[in-house]
């Protein structure tokens, strides 16, 4: 999917959570979002999946205006936020079963792919417990598993890496984002790890008090050095909040 965003504002009040970010991305790039606590990284995630709606500007799906009540753009993405949202009383089986329903995705054949992620995220164990009896990171694991068995064209995820998984889920979760990439999927995650950003993203963008303060490609992060004044880190200690 290619995404643009033109101008995308939104305001609570006189703050600015996000303020005139203008962006275009091309379909199978991973996108790391930087920046301080409150710097709008949830925010645009949360404009971008139709959660909020932005107080100015635009967003385009492959060239489309995407609008809130537009069913059809929203089955195509899928947020997933660090703590997910889940039916306690539900089982990962069941809450697949709805992901699939509500994006139209239940066809044939389906079975045995959820089998096979449910194996690679060490979850066949907990396909019948309560979604409420799990760990935080088993949960987001059950979440991830539903959003593989959608396989939207914009993946949205919200530190992703702080989400409680384990060796195993991080390592499947690199893994299927760069598959979905290479199909032609847009994931956009944020993260607070300089590192991972640096090294597991095709452009990292740096969101500092709702504007869109740098980007790096892979080529530009690859030949910024380790360390010294050039660093990326160096460059991103710009980026700091306001004294008192």
């Given at each position: 999917m290619q995404l643009e965003l033109r101008q995308l504002t939104k305001a609570y009040g006189p703050a600015r959570a996000l303020d005139g970010v203008s962006l275009v991305l091309p379909p199978g790039r991973i996108v790391a979002v930087i920046g301080l606590n409150g710097a709008g990284k949830t925010t645009l995630l949360r404009c971008l999946a139709g959660i909020v709606a932005p107080t100015r500007g635009e967003m385009l799906f492959d060239g489309e205006v995407f609008l809130r009540r537009r069913l059809d753009l929203r089955r195509r993405l899928m947020f997933l936020p660090d703590f997910p949202v889940l039916f306690p009383h539900m089982s990962a089986l069941q809450h697949i079963a709805l992901m699939l329903r509500v994006y139209e995705r239940d066809t044939t054949g389906v079975d045995d792919a959820i089998l096979t992620t449910f194996g690679e995220l060490d979850l066949l164990p907990f396909t019948e417990a309560p979604l409420g009896e799990l760990s935080r990171g088993q949960a987001y694991k059950a979440a991830f598993a539903g959003l593989l068995a959608v396989q939207p064209e914009l993946w949205l995820l919200d530190e992703p890496f702080a989400s409680g998984l384990d060796p195993q889920?991080?390592?499947?979760?690199?893994?299927?984002?760069?598959?979905?990439?290479?199909?032609?999927a847009t994931i956009i995650y944020s993260t607070q790890i300089l590192e991972i950003a640096e090294k597991f993203s095709d452009l990292l963008c740096v969101i500092d008090r709702g504007k869109l303060a740098a980007t790096y490609t892979r080529e530009q992060l690859a030949a910024l050095p380790p360390s010294g004044p050039d660093s990326l880190e160096m460059r991103l200690r710009q980026f700091r909040e306001p004294t008192a």
């Open positions: 889920g991080l390592a499947v979760l690199k893994q299927h984002t760069r598959v979905a990439a290479a199909a032609g």
